[in-house]
């Protein structure tokens, strides 16, 4: 199904952590737009990124966003969706990997196990307000894996 968006698509609107490789199986007359953003700032701000979206899409292209991972695991996929729903724009999601998943697996590192952890808890460590805003004692608790997202400004913190 990605691939066959990649080749429907007029406009590919597309974060910095997407590969070469991956945008390279485009239509080639399709127009790629970086609207990525990094820890140093934002190279565009999320409010143009709707606003490129609709243009595009009222202009009758067809327009595919473009994400590293997966978009509804701290990438504003929610956002992004609930700014198309409320425009109207229809649109299709096609589920990328989580990096918590695909990194562990990579690594051979089970995040579940029956003999030593019963849940998961996805975290960011890039919090709008701050990192003392986390219930730590109940991430403290044993028989539980936890990945943070982000993590590396707020390593002290996390330790």
């Known amino acids: 199904n990605a691939l066959r968006a ?3 698509a007029d406009i590919i609107l597309y ?3 997407v590969s070469d490789t991956v945008l390279q199986m485009a239509r080639r007359d399709a127009e790629q737009i970086e609207v990525g953003k990094s820890a140093t700032g934002h190279s565009v701000r999320q409010e143009d990124i709707h606003t490129l979206m609709l243009q595009h899409a009222h202009a009758g292209q067809r327009v595919v966003r473009l994400k590293g991972g997966d978009p509804f695991v701290f990438g504003r996929g929610g956002e ?3 700014f198309l729903r409320t425009h109207g724009i229809p649109y299709e999601v096609i589920p990328g990997i989580t990096a918590a998943l695909a990194c562990a697996a990579y690594a051979g590192i089970p995040l579940t196990h029956r003999d030593h952890a019963q849940s998961l808890c996805l975290i960011t460590a890039h919090c709008q307000s701050s990192l003392d805003t986390l219930d730590w004692a109940a991430l403290a608790q044993e028989r539980q894996t936890l990945t943070f997202y982000m993590g590396v400004a707020g390593l002290p913190t996390i330790q």
């Open 6 to 8: 990649l080749n429907e």
């Open 15 to 17: 974060d910095r952590l």
């Open 80 to 82: 992004e969706l609930e």
